[in-house]
Nanobody, 126 residues
Framework: QVELVESGGGLARTGGSLRLSCVVS????????MAWFRQGSGKNREFVAA???????YYDDSVRGRFTISGDTDRDTWHLQMNGLKPVDTALYFC????????????????????WGQGTQVTVSS
């Protein structure tokens, strides 16, 4: 049973930083892609960032230059370093994996991910 557990959410001020973590357990040893999505109150889920098994990183334009995705494949732990936070970043953040990573991989396509965490809330005050 694959399980993803996020942590690290909380309250930050505009311009502040938070570091989200996602621990993956129970997966197979197939290479996988990992992504972060978010969903604000009353909004649709949106892509934030992704990291492929080959080390390629993808970012939504709204977070590029402020957020950094990274991973420790030996420990199946992934991070999203969020700097320069803005009130618009307020959302429930989810991690997700696509395992195994498909040949035709679209980082921002949420429907392409196989497993999801329950989310961690990030709130940014002005």
């Amino acid at each position: 049973q694959v399980e993803l557990v996020e942590s690290g959410g909380g309250l930050a001020r505009t311009g502040g930083s938070l570091r989200l973590s996602c621990v993956v357990s129970g997966r197979s040893f197939s290479p996988y892609a990992m992504a972060w999505f978010r969903q604000g109150s009353g909004k649709n889920r949106e892509f934030v960032a992704a990291l492929t098994s080959g080390g390629n990183a993808y970012y939504d334009d709204s977070v590029r230059g402020r957020f950094t995705i990274s991973g420790d494949t030996d420990r199946d732990t992934w991070h999203l370093q969020m700097n320069g936070l803005k009130p618009v970043d307020t959302a429930l953040y989810f991690c997700a994996i696509q395992v195994p990573q498909r040949t035709y991989y679209v980082a921002s396509q949420g429907s392409g991910y196989d497993y999801w965490g329950q989310g961690t809330q990030v709130t940014v005050s002005s």
